[in-house]
């Protein structure tokens, strides 16, 4: 959906490095989201924002942390990069006006391999 | 707690038949279910939802979805497959007293020319 980008695409980097996986919408959503997904799991929550002062952590937040930096952008960074964080990386948005059950809008995913 | 099965980790189907896909949940009180397609190095995209009403719900792409309260499930169907439905469909529910939704593991759909 190319209203919700993400940046890098594909992304590879060593044990203990530090890195950032950045997110933009144009969708005007206020609810933003980060998801991993691994084969066989589906997705899993990291980390969501229902507004630029509101921060969450999700089932598996640890090794991560994220920053809204306005309504339009929500980074993810993993501090000290580990194998086992490598994934498919995922960011969403929904609007909070359209109640509890708000679709999510994906963006294309960023792949990530720490070696 | 909320959960959602997804049994079948692969389904085939020939190209012009009936297709389904599984999903099954948990969750407390009433249940706001969806289920999104995965295609190649793409995002989820939305198909349909289901959030109060009617037990058959029509989406995107001729896809509709049958809400069985008794049975605790949201099976996806199409009454006839093309190659193109070939992708990654993944189930998600989020109960009246949950945050967020919970997504299942993913079903891969091969339709066969």
């Known amino acids: 959906d190319a209203d919700v980008t993400q940046t890098p695409r594909n992304r590879i980097t060593k044990t203990g490095k530090r890195i950032m996986l950045e997110c933009s919408q144009t969708?005007?959503?206020?609810?933003m989201y980060w998801y991993r997904q691994d084969p066989g799991l589906g997705l899993q929550l990291i980390y969501y924002?229902?507004?630029?002062?509101?921060?969450n952590k999700g089932e598996i937040s640890d090794g991560y942390s994220v920053s809204r930096q306005a309504q339009a952008k929500f980074s993810l960074s993993l501090e000290s990069a580990i194998p086992n964080q490598t994934a498919l990386y995922f960011c969403?948005?929904?609007?909070?006006?359209?109640?509890?059950?708000?679709?999510?809008?994906f963006g294309p995913g960023t792949r990530l391999l720490v070696l | 707690a909320q959960s959602v099965a997804q049994p079948e980790d692969q389904v085939n189907v020939a190209e012009g038949n009936p297709l389904t896909v599984k999903c099954t949940y948990s969750?407390?009180?009433?249940?706001?279910l969806f289920w999104y397609v995965q295609y190649p190095n793409r995002g989820l995209q939305f198909l349909l939802k289901?959030?109060?009403?009617?037990?058959l719900v029509k989406g995107s792409y001729g896809f509709e979805a049958e809400f069985n309260k008794s049975q605790t499930s949201f099976h996806l169907k199409k009454p006839s497959a093309l190659v193109s439905d070939s992708a990654l469909y993944f189930c998600?529910?989020?109960?009246?007293?949950?945050?967020?939704?919970?997504f299942g593991p993913g079903t891969r759909l091969s339709v066969l020319p």
């Open positions: 289901y959030i109060t009403g009617d037990n």
């Open positions: 998600a529910v989020k109960g009246d007293y949950g945050q967020n939704f919970v």
């Open positions: 969403a948005t929904s609007a909070s006006d359209s109640g509890r059950a708000g679709t999510q809008y």
């Open positions: 969708k005007g959503h206020d609810r």
């Open positions: 969750v407390s009180g009433n249940p706001y």
């Open positions: 924002s229902f507004d630029v002062k509101d921060i």
